[in-house]
């Protein structure tokens, strides 16, 4: 059983659209959790942490279930440029980062 | 301001040879990590320095794979003997502590024939 595990899509969804993304892991004693996005051929990029009590930014929603082990990144009004490989990534580093990246979940965004 | 640079970008070589992969990381961060991330898999974690030592090297694949780090700055990965299934991007990070942001170097895309 992969550590970190997502539904690789491809999710195609017109602009404007809501959409939800979701992911599980493995290692309960998991310390930290986040969403990075990765373009074609691109390093991956920090897109938001995700806290428990969820967190918003901007279009993007995030909420962690420490309980069921369940991580979601909620995009709304989806845009063009949202249009991207969504990876959930788990910290099981005590005391410094060793992230566990899932295989991610493309969203290809169309007029 | 200069990010995590790495070289080659590209490189291409026959099974069998040994491949040097450079990272220099963003100034003044002392924590530097190195990933794989294979044709459409997810990355994965290989080593981690705090300063020139490795604490975790866990995710290196097998002995044919090292990784140094000097003055606190330059890391090189090693891979000696390179098979085909080497064939990957290798990623390299750093952040200003162990447990800051990370940020990822462009990569090195190997490709062994």
């Not at chain 1, 369940?70 to 063009?80: G, H």
């Not at chain 2, 640079?5 to 002392?30: A, F, M, W, Y």
């Amino acid at each position: 059983r992969k550590e970190v595990e997502q539904d690789p899509g491809p999710f195609n969804v017109p602009e404007g659209a809501t959409v939800a993304f979701n992911c599980t892991y493995s290692n309960s004693a998991s310390q930290s959790f986040f969403w990075y996005r990765q373009d074609c051929r691109k390093e991956p990029k920090l897109l938001m942490s995700v806290y428990s009590s969820g967190n918003e930014d901007g279009r993007f929603t995030a909420q962690l279930n420490r309980a069921s082990q369940y991580i979601s990144l909620l995009i709304r009004d989806s845009k063009l440029s949202d249009s991207a490989t969504y990876l959930c990534v788990v910290n099981e580093g005590n005391g410094y980062n060793k992230l566990i990246f899932g295989a991610g979940t493309r969203l290809a965004v169309h007029p | 301001g200069a990010g995590v640079s790495q070289s080659p970008s590209n490189k291409v070589t026959e099974k069998g040879k040994d491949v040097e992969l450079r990272c220099d990381p963003i100034s003044g961060h002392t924590a530097l990590y190195w990933y794989r991330q294979s044709l459409g898999q997810g990355l994965e974690f290989l080593i981690y320095f705090q300063g020139n030592s490795a604490p975790d090297k866990s995710g290196l694949p097998s002995d044919r794979f090292s990784a140094e780090r000097t003055g606190g700055s330059v890391s090189t990965l090693t891979i000696q003997r390179t098979q085909q299934e080497d064939s990957a991007v290798y990623l390299c990070a750093s952040s200003q502590g162990s447990g800051n942001t990370i940020y990822f170097g462009e990569g090195s895309w190997l490709t062994v024939v």
